[in-house]
């Protein structure tokens, strides 16, 4: 009875969301006017959203059975004293690096990028789309059940720091409410979409909406253009430094497959891969 009266009201919120959805399925990568013929990054309606929808009655029945467990709520965004606003890298002192994916495709891809993490003793920090949280609520849990960092990359993935102030703040509440709903928390990054760096007005409003600091990043993996995995492993291979930021794609077989080969190269190195959080503590 408890499943029920949670599951209905959100079948109805999916629903609005699905069609919204489709709009932006052409723009995968979180670079402006990224986009790959090859991506993953969301499928068309039909066979796979029928499969998407029975993920989705799963999710929700595992939602609504652990509601009857106590959960913590996720941990809050926090100020890092001695940090710029704008988050490009951790201490150079330190041999740990943070991977941070664009939060959103195919949620089999996820999870094998999550999974792959986790036999390696790996954290993550995953900066999730709201909509994309809206087709799959599940992923909330799943990632932070991993021990990974969650934050916020706004509602619906546009050019945020070319949205007017009212459309850019809905941009990022959009995406709070979702995290917030979902998890009891907002999330403890904010990450503008389809920009490297926010603008100081998208700053201003990422404070206004909770997040002292907004997380760029210093290392561009290029994998959302899929230019096979040898090339996304060689050029963050190349440019991986203590305390780097890498920024990543859910979504693409590139990025899946070269994460182990990463997370092989980082434990010659000596490194480790922290959350986003770790690395600034
Ligand atoms: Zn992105």
Known sequence: MNGRRVGMPRRGVLRAAGGALVTGALTPGCAPGAASPTATA???????????????????????????????????????????????RGPADRPRVALTFHGRGDPALAVA??????????????LAVGSWLDRHPGMARRILDGGHDLGNHTQSHL????????RAYAEITG????????????????????????????????????????????????????????????????ELRNGSVVSLHFGYRDTVAALPLLLTEIRRRRMRAVTATELLT
């Open 42 to 88: 969301e499928k068309p309606p039909g066979a796979q959203a029928a499969r998407e929808g029975r993920d989705e009655q799963g999710a929700q029945a595992r939602e609504a059975l652990r509601g009857h467990r106590a959960v913590r709520p996720a941990p809050a965004p926090r100020r890092f004293p001695g940090q710029p606003v704008q988050i490009e």
């Open 113 to 126: 990028v999550l999974a792959e993490a986790e036999r390696a003793g790996a954290r993550l920090t995953v």
């Open 159 to 166: 050019d945020i720091n070319a949205l007017d102030e009212r």
């Open 175 to 238: 995406c709070a409410q979702r995290l917030r709903r979902l998890t009891g928390s907002i999330g403890t990054w904010f990450r503008p979409s389809r920009a490297r760096y926010a603008t100081p007005l998208v700053q201003e409003l990422a404070l206004r909406a909770g997040y002292p600091h907004v997380l760029s990043y210093g290392v561009e993996s290029l994998d959302f253009t899929s230019p096979g995995t040898a090339a996304v492993t060689r050029k963050v291979a190349g």
